[in-house]
């Protein structure tokens, strides 16, 4: 078995890294939604990951130390968007907006709202803030964004199957990061939706979105919010269904799909590749989106950063 030299964390407060030594599991799931199979056995080399997902004051040390604005701060260009109006291409983000009462699940539009001013440090527009939310998840971050902080840290975004790997720890074939049942003993497992989606949310733990990264217990590995709290960035390329003869991942890019093959067959006109997100948030529920789960996968627009994806990083071994 190969081991990797484990980082230290650095002055500016990184993320932790846990090694991950590497091996063969059996990825994806015939169990639960289409895009999850077919089951099949992936190689992952040893590599290093990141003990939470990155959170507000991480991002923050790396925006005052770069300067960096991600996609939310920035307007759309109106060469590229020209049927748009100015208040249209203006900065902002799509945040999720509970709503007054039962409503057709198929209409997304009725809880997701396009919301001018709304990034990273302000989640739920103009009149928000990160205050007292420097332990939680960092949202409202495009691919471009997380990739732009793990250069900044000298690490890189992982592969779909490593983050597969490391968040099943080491329970092959399980449904959940943690065993086969959801709710162990009636015990809360993860950051997902509690109540009638998207309007009733009891929020038993306090926080109605995001959770300060820890909140829940750590997979076998020790990792934390390896389901729910926040979808996280991969990346490979999104395809409908696994390659199962694609079996071999030694490198962040070794299973990827072709970029070609990413794009939304629903919207043809619409050029903008996707990659796969994994984990669920804490906008999944049962009825609904039953994601919070190592399998689960959905495919999001390179450029598009939501109230509810967030990103952790990898380091391969030396």
């Given at each position: 078995?190969?081991?990797?030299?484990?980082?230290?964390?650095?002055?500016?407060?990184?993320?932790?890294?846990?090694?991950?030594?590497?091996?063969?599991?059996?990825?994806?799931?015939?169990?639960?939604?289409?895009?999850?199979?077919?089951?099949?056995?992936?190689?992952?080399?040893?590599?290093?990951?990141?003990?939470?997902?990155?959170?507000?004051?991480?991002?923050?040390?790396?925006v005052r130390d770069t300067g960096y604005r991600t996609v939310a701060e920035r307007p759309l260009e109106e060469a590229?968007?020209?049927?748009?109006?100015?208040?249209?291409?203006?900065?902002?983000?799509?945040?999720?907006?509970?709503?007054?009462?039962?409503?057709?699940?198929?209409?997304?539009?009725?809880?997701?709202?396009?919301?001018?001013?709304?990034?990273?440090?302000?989640?739920?527009?103009?009149?928000?803030?990160?205050?007292?939310?420097?332990?939680?998840?960092?949202?409202?971050?495009?691919?471009?964004?997380?990739?732009?902080?793990?250069?900044?840290?000298?690490?890189?975004?992982?592969?779909?199957?490593?983050?597969?790997?490391?968040?099943?720890?080491g329970l092959e074939g399980m449904a959940y990061c943690w065993g086969r049942e959801a709710a162990p003993g009636r015990?809360?497992?993860?950051?997902?939706?509690?109540?009638?989606?998207?309007?009733?949310?009891?929020?038993?733990?306090?926080?109605?979105?995001t959770a300060p990264v820890g909140t829940y217990p750590p997979n076998n590995f020790g990792l934390f919010d390896m389901?729910?709290?926040?979808?996280?960035?991969?990346?490979?390329?999104?395809?409908?269904?696994?390659?199962?003869?694609?079996?071999?991942?030694?490198?962040?890019?070794?299973?990827?799909?072709?970029?070609?093959?990413?794009?939304?067959?629903?919207?043809?006109?619409?050029?903008?590749?996707?990659?796969?997100?994994?984990?669920?948030?804490?906008?999944?529920?049962?009825?609904?989106?039953?994601?919070?789960?190592?399998?689960?996968?959905?495919?999001?627009?390179?450029?598009?950063?939501?109230?509810?994806?967030?990103?952790?990083?990898?380091?391969?071994?030396?």
């Amino acid at each position: 078995m190969t081991l990797c030299k484990v980082s230290v964390k650095s002055r500016l407060g990184l993320t932790s890294l846990v090694e991950i030594a590497g091996g063969a599991f059996l990825m994806g799931s015939d169990d639960h939604y289409p895009e999850e199979g077919p089951t099949h056995v992936v190689e992952v080399a040893p590599f290093l990951i990141e003990e939470t997902p990155v959170t507000n004051g991480q991002f923050r040390a790396f925006v005052r130390d770069t300067g960096y604005r991600t996609v939310a701060e920035r307007p759309l260009e109106e060469a590229n968007f020209p049927e748009l109006s100015d208040e249209e291409r203006s900065p902002g983000a799509l945040v999720f907006f509970p709503t007054q009462g039962p409503v057709d699940l198929r209409e997304f539009g009725r809880w997701w709202k396009w919301t001018p001013g709304a990034c990273w440090k302000r989640p739920e527009g103009p009149n928000s803030s990160i205050k007292g939310r420097e332990d939680h998840p960092v949202v409202h971050v495009a691919f471009e964004d997380a990739q732009a902080y793990a250069h900044w840290c000298g690490r890189e975004m992982p592969s779909e199957a490593q983050w597969e790997y490391a968040a099943r720890g080491g329970l092959e074939g399980m449904a959940y990061c943690w065993g086969r049942e959801a709710a162990p003993g009636r015990a809360r497992m993860a950051k997902f939706y509690e109540g009638a989606f998207p309007w009733h949310n009891s929020a038993s733990d306090g926080h109605p979105r995001t959770a300060p990264v820890g909140t829940y217990p750590p997979n076998n590995f020790g990792l934390f919010d390896m389901a729910g709290n926040v979808w996280e960035w991969t990346n490979d390329w999104y395809a409908a269904r696994h390659d199962s003869e694609r079996a071999c991942c030694t490198s962040p890019a070794g299973r990827a799909a072709k970029i070609e093959g990413s794009y939304d067959p629903a919207q043809p006109q619409v050029r903008i590749p996707r990659r796969v997100l994994k984990g669920g948030s804490f906008l999944c529920a049962d009825e609904y989106c039953h994601r919070y789960r190592p399998a689960a996968r959905r495919p999001q627009m390179v450029d598009t950063g939501m109230s509810h994806i967030g990103f952790r990083c990898v380091q391969p071994c030396q």
